[in-house]
């Protein structure tokens, strides 16, 4: 399985961002999709999670009711809608799928190259 994630960049404090994650590959497995992120000299984190047949999401707390994961199955693709960014959400962003729903919050099996997301003051 291979991930390509994109749509990072630089944005005032307050302002939104939309990361896509393309999945290619032997994606038939896979049973959920993701969102990790790490900030400069921080461990990385866990974002947001959906999964790829009912679509159930889940979000860490310091996220939830500002970013948004959705899936587009036909194209394979995930995104994650990043509004009211604050400069706290600077980090880069990985993309991240497993076959289980349950080891996806925990460490997933793949990984695609991170994206860097950077939130002005």
């Known amino acids: 399985v291979q991930l390509q994630a994109s749509g990072g960049g630089l944005v005032q404090a307050g302002g939104s961002l939309r990361l896509s994650c393309s999945a290619s590959?032997?994606?038939?497995?896979?049973?959920?999709m993701g969102w990790f992120r790490q900030a400069p000299g921080k461990e990385r984190e866990f974002v947001a999670a959906?999964?790829?047949?009912?679509?159930?999401?889940y979000y860490s707390d310091s996220v939830k009711g500002r970013f948004t994961i959705s899936r587009e199955n036909a194209k394979n693709t995930v995104y994650l809608q990043m509004n009211s960014l604050k400069p706290e959400d600077t980090a880069v962003y990985y993309c991240?799928?497993?076959?289980?729903?349950?080891?996806?919050?925990?460490?997933?099996?793949?990984w695609g190259q991170g994206t860097l997301v950077t939130v002005s003051s």
């Open positions: 991240a799928a497993d076959e289980l729903y349950s080891s996806l919050l925990a460490t997933p099996r793949y």
């Open positions: 959906i999964s790829w047949s009912g679509g159930s999401t």
């Open positions: 590959g032997t994606i038939f497995a896979i049973n959920a």
